[in-house]
């Protein structure tokens, strides 16, 4: 398909569904438009997004990259007997909260909140998991290296975007914050002193493995 070559409604949608299909990783939508010559192609996800609606695959957008997804009713279909397990410390797990609900945030930011320093092997791993990135430096003096949340965050927990983040009143409400967690969860949505540094270890699953099971485009099913 070319600039030169109109492509119809119908032929849009299908050019789209094969350029998602064909993906290695979830794509924005004007990375799909300028595959396919800088067509007009947010109604053509729409479409199929409707298309896909109740079938074995969805069509989904998180943080504006759109991608293939198993539904999740299906997902015990597709679990392995044997999960790969990234083990995060509590440490680890604080700062990704952190950097969730306050991002962009500094090094020096993530310790006001926390109370405690952060040894640079705590962001490591949260880059090396693919949760957290550099999002640049804060234009203020000394110019310290910001950090955000990636899109392989919200596909692995399943949100469209940040805004879908829980608060605090919805942890406690399902029973998910214990009052350690509490303590730190407030802290990181209000800005507090942080308990105390513990060496207590959470298991999430691996990136590419959602925790409800899903498998996603780009990802191993």
Excluded: C
């Amino acid at each position: 398909m070319t600039p030169d070559e109109p492509a119809t409604p119908d032929a849009l949608v299908r050019a789209v569904e094969a350029t998602l299909f064909a993906a290695e990783e979830p794509m924005t939508a004007e990375a799909i438009s300028t595959h396919l010559g800088q067509a007009e192609v947010r109604g053509a996800l729409a479409e199929l997004q409707r298309h896909y609606e109740g079938r074995g695959i969805r069509l989904v957008e998180r943080g504006r990259h759109w991608h293939f997804e198993t539904a999740p009713d299906l997902a015990h279909l597709l679990r392995r007997e044997k999960e790969e397990l990234r083990r995060l410390s509590r440490a680890a797990t604080e700062v990704l909260a952190i950097v969730a609900y306050h991002e962009p945030v500094s090094r020096a930011e993530i310790e006001s909140i926390r109370g405690v320093q952060t040894a640079k092997g705590t962001l490591d791993v949260l880059m090396e998991a693919g949760w957290v990135r550099v999002a640049g430096r804060r234009e203020v003096p000394g110019r310290p290296v910001i950090y955000a949340t990636t899109p392989d965050f919200l596909a692995h927990f399943g949100l469209k975007s940040l805004k879908e983040l829980p608060g605090i009143d919805e942890l406690r409400a399902a029973g998910l914050l214990d009052p350690v967690d509490d303590d730190m969860i407030e802290a990181a949505l209000g800005g507090g002193e942080s308990a105390d540094e513990g060496e207590d270890d959470e298991t999430l699953t691996e990136p590419g493995q959602n925790n409800d099971g899903v498998a996603s485009s780009g990802e191993s099913a």
